[in-house]
Nanobody, 118 residues
Framework: QVQLVESEGGLVQAGGSLRLSCAASRSISSASAMGWYRRAPGKQRELVATITSDSNTNYADSVKGRFIISRDNGKNTMYLQMSSLKPEDTAVYYC????????????WGQGTQVTVSS
């Protein structure tokens, strides 16, 4: 019903920056909330950041002050700007969209690999 496609991640040196995007096949104006999650090797998937329809944001303590989540309704795209990257940020990053209006349901992207070298 709704497809989410993340941009390609990449290999970044510690202290570097990387911007991820998540494009939705349908309007995100009807998405009540969107977010980014990640799964590091050998660990469970964890919340990174969320953003609501009124642009309220929440961040995991581990990324506060380093990551910024945003959304562009006109482009049907959500972003995660990552800076001051650390090796512990190495993970597969997933975007999620929560629809509670015309379209109802939770949808996930397939994930994109981000690797931070020490």
């Amino acid at each position: 019903q709704v497809q989410l496609v993340e941009s390609e991640g990449g290999l970044v040196q510690a202290g570097g920056s990387l911007r991820l995007s998540c494009a939705a096949s349908r309007s995100i104006s009807s998405a009540s909330a969107m977010g980014w999650y990640r799964r590091a090797p050998g660990k469970q998937r964890e919340l990174v950041a969320t953003i609501t329809s009124d642009s309220n944001t929440n961040y995991a303590d581990s990324v506060k002050g380093r990551f910024i989540i945003s959304r562009d309704n006109g482009k049907n795209t959500m972003y995660l700007q990552m800076s001051s990257l650390k090796p512990e940020d190495t993970a597969v990053y997933y975007c999620k969209a929560e629809y509670r209006a015309v379209i109802t349901g939770d949808y996930w992207g397939q994930g994109t690999q981000v690797t931070v070298s020490s």
